[in-house]
């Protein structure tokens, strides 16, 4: 079985702190740039599993870099370089507090709390009599506050404004970017045969200017049902075949965990997580459109110090 990258410990050249995030790992070198290395864990409900998947950390980190080149005409992003299949390294932003939540259509959480008579969400009003996995007349904005642990929490616009955590100006850039993202993702998407049903962006400030930072439109930060069929689904009320980490969150909550006090989450066996891999390939190929090409496993961490170094001396 292929080795994963569970965690790092690098010191390099220039290197002023670390954050072990649940997923990435992030340098800081300078104060100047930030090296993100994607590893292989995996992590839903606000939990992380307690096996890495092999080859994940590379898949969202190739196409998170592709999405940021392909949408870098949209808004500025942080991406300067990925000198690692498992690494991008880009310009130091300071993060606004908020993820900016986009819905095309109703599903996930919104769902759940839509069949539960909630029908407003992040002070948006959903329109009556909707149905699981419903086209929106329009997307929806449902930002979230980014937690540092636990779970994000809904808020609306005004709430974001008012309470001082984006300044009116900012918000409504982020706003227009995270429209005009969504669009150019949903017609990408489309191209595949897919769509693009949520995602996430993350903003962030250098030097006055808002930029585009973290993934964009990866299986983690996103959800894609295939185009064939949805409607024929859809009429029937039955679940949309989907790419995205959904089939992880289900298989967990088949075996009785989603992340609560007392739960145990189930047993991870090698079969498991060899077939959790294989997803993550599948999705790489479908969401990109081009073979996935695995990267030597040998020793993954000596290769990322080794070309993360390198690319540090030439800068």
Not at 2 to 23: C, E, I, M, W
Not at 179 to 201: C, H, N, P, S, W
Request: net charge negative; aromatic share 10%; glycine share 8%.
């Amino acid at each position: 079985m292929s080795k994963a990258l569970v965690r790092t410990d690098f010191n390099f050249p220039g290197q002023v702190s670390v954050y072990h995030g649940k997923v990435r790992d992030v340098y800081n070198i300078n104060d100047d740039l930030l090296v993100m290395v994607a590893s292989d864990r995996i992590s839903a409900f606000d939990v992380v599993l307690p096996k890495g998947i092999p080859y994940k950390g590379q898949v969202l980190n190739q196409i998170a870099s592709k999405f940021l080149d392909a949408t870098a005409d949209i808004v500025p992003n942080w991406k300067v370089a990925t000198p690692d299949p498992m690494v991008t390294v880009g310009i130091r932003c300071e993060g606004f507090r908020v993820e900016m939540i986009i819905r095309g259509y109703l599903t996930g959480s919104a769902w759940r709390d839509y069949k539960a008579g909630n029908h407003t969400i992040c002070g948006v009003t959903l329109p009556e009599g909707m149905k699981e996995n419903q086209k929106f007349p329009s997307p929806i904005i449902t930002p979230t506050t980014k937690a540092d642990e636990g779970h994000d929490e809904n808020i609306s616009k005004e709430e974001i404004i008012a309470q001082g955590i984006v300044s009116k100006e900012d918000y409504e850039l982020m706003e227009k970017y995270t429209y005009a993202l969504f669009q150019r993702g949903t017609e990408m998407a489309a191209e595949k045969g897919l769509i693009l049903v949520d995602t996430k962006y993350e903003f962030g400030k250098n030097d006055g200017k808002v930029y585009l930072i973290d993934e964009i439109h990866t299986p983690d930060s996103s959800r894609y049902f295939y185009a064939e069929g949805y409607e024929e689904k859809f009429e029937k009320g039955e679940a949309q075949k989907q790419l995205s980490k959904e089939f992880v969150r289900q298989w967990l909550m088949d075996n009785g965990f989603m992340g609560k006090a007392g739960q145990q989450v189930p047993e991870m066996t090698d079969a498991y997580v060899e077939s959790v891999s294989e997803r993550y390939i599948e999705l790489y190929e479908h969401i990109v459109g081009e073979k996935f090409v695995k990267a030597d496993t040998e020793d993954i961490t000596d290769r990322i110090e080794k070309n993360i170094t390198a690319f540090l001396k030439e800068r």
